[in-house]
Antibody
């Protein structure tokens, strides 16, 4: 199982960015996919999830209304559209999948992360 | 909202010693608790699910216990590769939430 994030960049406050997560080695559309972020040197914060078919999405309060998660199972990919970004969104963003096909399950598979820096 | 507290913040031990890490929840969370290990520059790795179930490939020296509000991750005999940061995580079914604790750093 391999998850590869991309799209991290330096962005100005108020700007937008889209992250991608490409999966291989797994029946991608069986699994809920998550985004988890981590400010460098700090702890982990769950950001969002999307169900296997995209029908259910959830967000942390800190990003609700600004971030949108989506998926394209034909491309084995999940995306995180981040709008109206602030300096508090600066972090490594990890894509992750659960240990089974349940929506709420520990995260057994992680990508290597992509760094987003919000700075003027 | 459930808050997880981990103690101690840092645990300084030597290889071969036993490590006992604590995770306390602000209210009872049953058995919906997982543990992760994170080494510098790496993604987290799932160690334990449902309080006490080791994930695939996790050595037997790692064990989890507890229920309700108090949980423990024990490393029976530290190996050099075990020095890392450990996070507990509460999973809530509905509405879905995945709350992490602040972490415990195990260093030499």
């Amino acid at each position: 199982v391999q998850l590869v994030e991309s799209g991290g960049d330096v962005i100005q406050p108020g700007g937008s960015l889209r992250l991608s997560c490409a999966a291989s080695g797994i029946t991608f559309n069986d699994y809920t996919t998550h985004w988890v972020r981590q400010v460098p040197g700090r702890g982990l914060e769950w950001v969002s999830l999307i169900s296997w078919n995209g029908g259910i999405t959830y967000y942390a309060d800190s990003v609700k209304g600004r971030f949108t998660i989506s998926r394209d199972n034909s491309e084995n990919s999940v995306y995180l559209q981040m709008n109206n970004m602030t300096t508090e969104d600066t972090a490594f963003y990890y894509c992750a999948k659960g240990m089974d096909t349940s929506m709420v399950t520990p995260l057994a598979y992680w990508g290597q992360g992509t760094l987003v820096i919000v700075s003027s | 909202e459930i808050v997880l507290t981990q103690s101690p913040a840092t645990l300084s031990l030597s290889p071969g010693e036993r490590a006992t890490l604590s995770c306390r929840a602000s209210q009872s969370i049953g058995f919906y608790l997982a543990w992760y290990q994170q080494k510098p520059g790496q993604a987290p790795r799932l160690l334990i699910s449902d309080v006490a179930n080791r994930a695939t490939g996790i050595p037997a020296r790692f064990s989890g216990s507890g229920s309700g509000t108090d949980f423990t991750l024990t490393i029976s005999s530290l190996e050099p590769e075990d020095f890392a940061v450990y996070y507990c995580q509460h999973l809530n079914n509905w509405p879905p939430s995945f709350t992490f604790g602040p972490g415990t750093k195990v260093d030499i």
